[in-house]
């Protein structure tokens, strides 16, 4: 089992920067459809990517911003992160940030509030951000792996914060779930075999695209989501201070 999540996180390192990536799993593709429908008129405006990881959203995320940054706590081998820091103390000057993408990151901290408390000082005034959080999920990246989310949970702790949430979204279902696990078994053990591995990715993406259809019909209230997307806006600080 450990030689097959090797397989499938090292797989996951290749496809990242490239589109096949948005259809490795039903997670991936839910997630990239949301924000794909969600995210407009921002050409003029700069993201932050926080927690930004092995940057798995680098790519799409600067086809939709004028500028991307990115930070996390440590460098990792042959990832070009922008600059290393800790999301509860980041290096930057209070409200200078146009918008900021966290994805991941709450469920990794014992101090998820902490950390929403330093997004919105260095965000500007009614700057956005966009937060994915697991809710169903199975332990990993151990021990640092403390939480996870109901829609209901995230929504206290952003108004905690002062921020507005603006929506969220499910994403995937109880289906998703399995067909992420059939997905990332499939992969990892067929995805190497030299000659094959155009046909073994178009089945896979025929078999995520089915299944996310599949899912939206058997599970309209998402009470089994993956995980959510959340897009909140940060509160004027001048107002509230009054």
């Known amino acids: ?26 997670t991936n593709y839910s997630m990239f459809y949301i924000l794909n429908s969600y995210i407009n008129d921002t050409k003029d405006e700069m993201i932050l990517d926080v927690g930004a990881g092995a940057l798995a959203f680098k790519k799409f995320l600067k086809t939709k911003f004028k500028k991307y940054f990115s930070c996390d706590l440590a460098k990792k081998e042959k990832i070009s992160i922008d600059f290393n820091a800790n999301a509860l103390n980041l290096p930057i000057k209070t409200e200078s940030i146009d918008n900021i993408f966290l994805s991941a990151v709450l469920e990794h901290t014992p101090e998820p509030f902490e950390i929403l408390i330093e997004m919105h000082r260095v965000l500007k005034n009614y700057g956005s951000i966009i937060i994915t959080v697991p809710h169903i999920h199975n332990i990993h990246d151990e021990p640092n792996d403390f939480y996870r989310f109901t829609n209901y949970g995230i929504k206290y702790l952003l108004e905690k914060s002062n921020f507005h949430v603006k929506k969220i979204e499910p994403v995937g279902g109880g289906l998703s779930f399995l067909s992420t696990i059939v997905s990332g078994l499939f992969l990892s053990l067929f995805s190497n075999i030299y000659g094959f591995q155009k046909l073994y990715f178009y089945i896979n993406k025929l078999f995520v695209f ?33």
């Open 1 to 26: 089992m450990k030689k097959l999540t090797k397989q499938w996180n090292e797989l996951n390192i290749r496809m990242i920067k490239e589109d096949k990536y948005h259809f490795l799993t039903s």
């Open 210 to 242: 089915i299944t996310y259809k599949i899912d939206k019909i058997l599970d309209k209230n998402k009470k089994l989501a993956l995980g959510y997307i959340v897009f909140a806006e940060k509160k004027n600080q001048n107002l509230i201070n009054l």
